[in-house]
């Protein structure tokens, strides 16, 4: 009996040195940072606090204590290499950091190898794919949503092209790379990608040369990607240049707004640099916890820095490891690291390779930090398939006085812009149709309050080559000013009407096409443009179809087409004039209609109507009689006869139309001056064999030959509205064919032609551009 209870007693000890050997009592975590950074110095603060809270809580870790051993990579990959290889050397568990995507995609190799997660919330590098680096897990948002947002307040504001600043690392280039992609959804784009050197080697010089092209280009959208050092150093530069000045639109990620809220107050300079920028910052709801622990910040930090949104984050990601761990152990599972057989072989030297070791219950770990559901300071935590945080959100910031950031709105992929929190729109239907986009009004730079335009007229760029033709005749469309080459006239006004309108700039030169003698030929013009001397044409130019298969058509600004113009001759009024409404066959008509009718009606009557009879000669006065009088409705006869009575009626309102019809011309010839002219029409022309006018340079002369099969030797070219009056005049030809805007110009100066039947044609005048 003794030595049974010996034995259990014994077998007891080892179980406990086993299982205390298999969970141990301290529990190692590594983090990564440049604490020199704003980033880093929030960071190790809030890490510190997490440490601490989850220690002195006995329920978390059931007793153990959580160690986070802190390293400072210093803004360099090799020191950041080096911290996670001794990381991996003693048996570390996770790894919160690195603070830059550059190193998250070298050591995430690391992190699969071992097994080891790698938990980040500041290299949020969109292209850092779970599928690629399944033990890279981000615990905030990516950059992905914050482009979402970027390119959401561009079309917001109706922009349609930025210009993208970024360090010219992982991160800031794939951060664009994303941007880009999400203007493109939006029908928008990035102008011009102006890549700075890494954040540690920049130089103002540098900064300098970019901003000098940077304010010689189209677009006022300016987007600053990067780190606190080069995005303060792109506004200071900025400022000096005259480009924070009215006009141009500043848009900083969030390395601004985390700046400002841990560095405020800000110095004058800075203030005073970034006036008017907007900016933004992850937003993290109001809570207890998040009030309790900001008014903890002062004490935590000894004041040396202010709390900004990558605080929580890091407060809330090693909360994140300690509730994995808690749920890891409780799951039964131990803590154990074994050999990589793949280091074997790579001994000798002095690396201790063979101290990384694989953590047994990686695989297992990570899945239960991906299965977190809790809320932190930051929020709500909880991650997608996608490994992306439930409802990704930012406040929408505009940097006004003193550099205070003063809250215009908030974005988030639920709901877009609104100025509604969006953790209270998360309970409505998502509706992110345009009209429930809003935000408030913005101080943009230089004080204004008036949405900037967002782009000028570049300096660098080349300018379109617009022809204009330099016409002789009807200047009062397009001519050029003598001895220079400036153009005005109608055209050129509704042109730079039209431009005005634009929400994008068009840099463009006028050049004059033509001699100045003569009106340069236009299918001459247009065949200028298809060879690429001009790039465009702008004038009193038709829209016709042989020409819309060499070049495009802006929509017509002027309705135009072909008309006949010819000499007239007044008709003067006389005695006889009232004979004139109706022609002597209508007279002749109309007579024998009224003697037809009193025959009738007196067939009719005068068998049964005592008024109808009599001698012959009073029968004969009484149809005449009859007849007429009705034309005034003075009749007297009555008639008894249902047919007589139904001929009278028919009757009597034909006579009403007669009267009317006459009454109505014979007013207008008493009162509208009357002309006359053997001219009818442009039928009229192709059936006579008359000589044609047309106005040199014009498509009517290839239109009369090959539509209308005039011969040529019929057409005579005429190059001023004086030789178009002096050819009418002295019967040169008898009539000319031109566009109703120069006829109707023409006839306002000479009075004695006249447009001779309707429009023949149907176009208008348009706007020239190389086709496609």
């Known amino acids: 009996m003794n030595l049974w209870w010996l034995v259990s007693i014994f077998s007891f000890c080892i179980g406990t040195a086993i299982q205390g050997a298999l969970k141990p009592e301290v529990l190692n975590v590594g983090a990564i940072f440049s604490f020199g950074t704003v980033n880093g110095q929030v960071s190790r603060i809030a890490m510190k606090a997490a440490q601490d809270d989850i220690n002195s809580d006995p329920r978390v870790l059931g007793g153990r204590k959580l160690s986070i051993t802190m390293h400072d990579a210093k803004f360099n990959g090799f020191l950041s290499i080096m911290g996670a290889l001794q990381f991996m050397e003693t048996d570390t568990l996770a790894i919160v950091g690195p603070q830059s995507a550059v190193m998250a995609h070298v050591l995430s190799h690391l992190a699969n190898e071992l097994q080891v997660p790698l938990l980040?919330?500041?290299?949020?590098?969109?292209?850092?794919?779970?599928?690629?680096?399944?033990?890279?897990?981000?615990?905030?948002p990516n950059d992905l949503y914050l482009m979402s947002a970027i390119a959401e307040m561009v079309s917001y504001f109706g922009w349609g092209e930025v210009i993208a600043i970024f360090n010219d690392d992982d991160q800031g280039r794939n951060g664009v790379t994303a941007l880009g992609?999400?203007?493109?959804?939006?029908?928008?784009?990035?102008?011009?990608?102006?890549?700075?050197?890494?954040?540690?080697?920049?130089?103002?010089?540098?900064?300098?040369?970019?901003?000098?092209?940077?304010?010689?280009?189209?677009?006022?959208?300016?987007?600053?990607?990067?780190?606190?050092?080069?995005?303060?150093?792109?506004?200071?530069?900025?400022?000096?240049?005259?480009?924070?000045?009215?006009?141009?639109?500043w848009i900083a990620t969030t390395w601004l707004s985390t700046f400002i809220d841990s560095k405020s107050p800000l110095s004058l300079k800075t203030a005073k640099s970034i006036l008017g920028a907007l900016t933004l910052r992850q937003h993290t709801p109001d809570s207890k916890r998040r009030r309790d622990f900001v008014s903890r910040w002062n004490t935590l930090s000894n004041g040396s820095i202010?709390?900004?949104?990558?605080?929580?984050?890091?407060?809330?990601?090693?909360?994140?490891?300690?509730?994995?761990?808690?749920?890891?152990?409780?799951?039964?599972?131990?803590?154990?690291?074994?050999?990589?057989?793949?280091?074997?072989?790579?001994?000798?030297?002095?690396?201790?390779?063979?101290?990384?070791?694989?953590?047994?219950?990686?695989?297992?770990?990570?899945?239960?930090?991906?299965?977190?559901?809790m809320t932190g300071l930051s929020g709500p935590i909880h991650f997608n398939q996608d490994r992306s945080l439930l409802h990704p959100s930012y406040d929408i910031i505009n940097v006004i006085e003193h550099g205070?950031?003063?809250?215009?709105?908030?974005?988030?992929?639920?709901?877009?812009?609104?100025?509604?929190?969006?953790?209270?729109?998360?309970?409505?239907?998502?509706?992110?149709?345009?009209?429930?986009?809003?935000?408030?009004?913005?101080?943009?730079?230089?004080?204004?309050?008036?949405?900037?335009?967002?782009?000028?007229?570049?300096?660098?760029?080349?300018?379109?080559?617009?022809?204009?033709?330099?016409r002789v005749s009807y200047r009062d469309f397009v001519f050029?000013?003598?001895?220079?080459?400036?153009?005005?006239?109608?055209?050129?006004?509704?042109?730079?009407?039209?431009?005005?309108?634009?929400?994008?700039?068009?840099?463009?030169?006028?050049?004059?096409?033509?001699?100045?003698?003569?009106?340069?030929t236009y299918s001459e013009l247009i065949n200028q443009i298809t060879t690429g001397v001009f790039d465009a044409a702008v004038g009193d130019i038709a829209i016709v179809t042989n020409r819309t298969k060499a070049v495009d058509f802006t929509q017509p600004y002027i309705e135009s087409g072909l008309v006949v113009v010819a000499p007239v001759r007044k008709l003067n009024s006389s005695a006889w004039a009232f004979l004139r409404p109706f022609t002597p066959l209508m007279w002749a008509v109309t007579g024998v209609f009224f003697l037809v009718v009193g025959t009738v009606v007196w067939i009719l009557e005068h068998r049964l109507?005592?008024?109808?009879?009599?001698?012959?000669?009073?029968?004969?006065?009484?149809?005449?009689?009859?007849?007429?009088?009705?034309?005034?409705?003075?009749?007297?006869?009555?008639?008894?006869?249902?047919?007589?009575?139904?001929?009278?009626?028919?009757?009597?309102?034909?006579?009403?139309?007669?009267?009317?019809?006459?009454?109505?011309?014979?007013?207008?010839?008493?009162?509208?001056?009357?002309?006359?002219?053997?001219?009818?029409?442009?039928?009229?022309?192709?059936?006579?064999?008359?000589?044609?006018?047309?106005?040199?340079?014009?498509?009517?002369?290839?239109?009369?030959?090959?539509?209308?099969?005039?011969?040529?030797?019929?057409?005579?070219?005429?190059g001023s509205p004086e030789e178009y009056a002096i050819a009418l005049e002295n019967r040169t030809v008898a009539a000319v064919v031109d566009e109703r805007p120069y006829i109707d110009l023409f006839l306002s100066d000479h009075c004695q032609f006249s447009v001779r039947g309707q429009e023949f044609t149907k176009s208008g005048w348009g706007f020239v551009s190389i086709r496609g």
């Open 120 to 140: 980040s919330f500041t290299a949020l590098d969109p292209t850092l794919s779970p599928l690629q680096y399944p033990f890279f897990v981000q615990t905030a």
């Open 181 to 249: 992609d999400k203007l493109a959804e939006i029908r928008c784009k990035i102008s011009y990608k102006s890549a700075l050197p890494p954040d540690q080697s920049v130089t103002e010089t540098d900064v300098r040369n970019e901003l000098v092209k940077v304010r010689m280009m189209e677009a006022r959208v300016i987007v600053v990607h990067g780190y606190s050092r080069t995005g303060l150093m792109v506004f200071d530069v900025a400022q000096r240049l005259g480009m924070m000045d009215s006009g141009y639109v």
């Open 306 to 373: 202010g709390l900004n949104p990558y605080g929580l984050y890091a407060y809330d990601t090693v909360w994140m490891i300690a509730r994995a761990l808690k749920l890891f152990l409780d799951q039964g599972n131990t803590i154990s690291f074994s050999n990589d057989t793949k280091l074997n072989g790579l001994g000798g030297g002095t690396l201790n390779l063979g101290a990384l070791s694989i953590f047994d219950g990686g695989k297992k770990f990570l899945a239960n930090i991906l299965q977190t559901n």
């Open 404 to 470: 205070y950031p003063h809250q215009i709105g908030y974005w988030s992929n639920y709901s877009g812009l609104s100025v509604v929190p969006p953790e209270k729109l998360y309970r409505k239907p998502a509706n992110r149709s345009s009209s429930n986009q809003h935000l408030y009004s913005v101080v943009w730079p230089g004080g204004v309050t008036s949405k900037p335009r967002g782009w000028v007229f570049p300096n660098n760029g080349r300018q379109l080559r617009i022809g204009v033709p330099n």
């Open 480 to 520: 050029k000013v003598n001895g220079t080459d400036i153009v005005h006239g109608y055209c050129i006004d509704v042109f730079l009407a039209a431009v005005r309108l634009l929400p994008y700039a068009v840099p463009y030169k006028f050049i004059p096409y033509g001699d100045g003698h003569k009106n340069p």
């Open 609 to 718: 109507n005592d008024e109808f009879r009599g001698p012959p000669r009073k029968q004969i006065v009484t149809v005449l009689w009859f007849s007429f009088s009705t034309m005034f409705f003075a009749h007297r006869e009555n008639t008894v006869s249902t047919l007589g009575r139904v001929v009278l009626i028919i009757w009597l309102f034909v006579v009403l139309i007669i009267t009317s019809s006459y009454t109505a011309s014979l007013t207008s010839i008493l009162t509208v001056q009357q002309l006359s002219s053997p001219i009818k029409g442009i039928d009229t022309l192709m059936t006579s064999n008359d000589r044609v006018g047309y106005q040199v340079g014009s498509f009517a002369e290839n239109y009369l030959i090959e539509e209308l099969s005039i011969p040529k030797s019929r057409l005579v070219a005429l």
